[in-house]
């Protein structure tokens, strides 16, 4: 079975309660339910993790290289994080950058994603279906 590593970082670990007008009430519990039924569907299998520590971000990102997969909500190491970029850059596992809320309409610094060139793709805006959407794209088939 394929393997997908749902990896998010930080403050993350705080949804449904954290600024629900920005990330709605949905807990990061009930995402991962969601997405390990999805998976089921498809043949797939997630590994989640979450961490408000860079360095852990990094050695998960590390340890999800032979996946089919990485589902990354980097938080807000995505504006700055040259270490999670590098170790995106260094494994082969297709990475899709989520964010749950339209960052392009938020701050400016959040318009900048440091780890976005290395990704495969970026889903943003669409709430915790961003994850979903993540999946299923991790889920077809590739050229």
């Known amino acids: 079975m394929r393997r997908i590593a749902v990896i998010n970082g930080p403050n993350l670990n705080l949804l449904g309660t954290r600024e629900p007008d920005k990330y709605g009430f949905e ?3 009930s995402i991962n339910a969601r997405l390990a039924r999805l998976a089921a569907e498809l043949d797939l299998k997630c590994e989640f ?9 990094v050695s998960a990102v590390q340890r999800a290289a032979e996946t089919a997969g990485v ?3 980097a938080g807000a190491y995505t504006h700055y994080s040259i270490a999670i970029r ?17 960052v392009h309409s938020r701050e400016e610094f959040r318009r900048v994603s440091v780890i976005a060139p290395v990704c495969a793709g970026i889903i943003a805006g669409f709430g915790s279906e961003s994850y ?7 889920a077809a088939p590739r050229p």
């Open 132 to 138: 979903i959407l993540a999946l299923r794209a991790l």
């Open 71 to 73: 589902i990354l909500n």
């Open 86 to 102: 590098d170790a995106i850059a260094a494994i082969r596992a297709p990475v899709v950058e989520v964010h749950i809320s339209n």
């Open 27 to 29: 807990t990061l519990e």
């Open 49 to 57: 993790f979450q961490s408000n520590s860079e360095g852990e971000l």
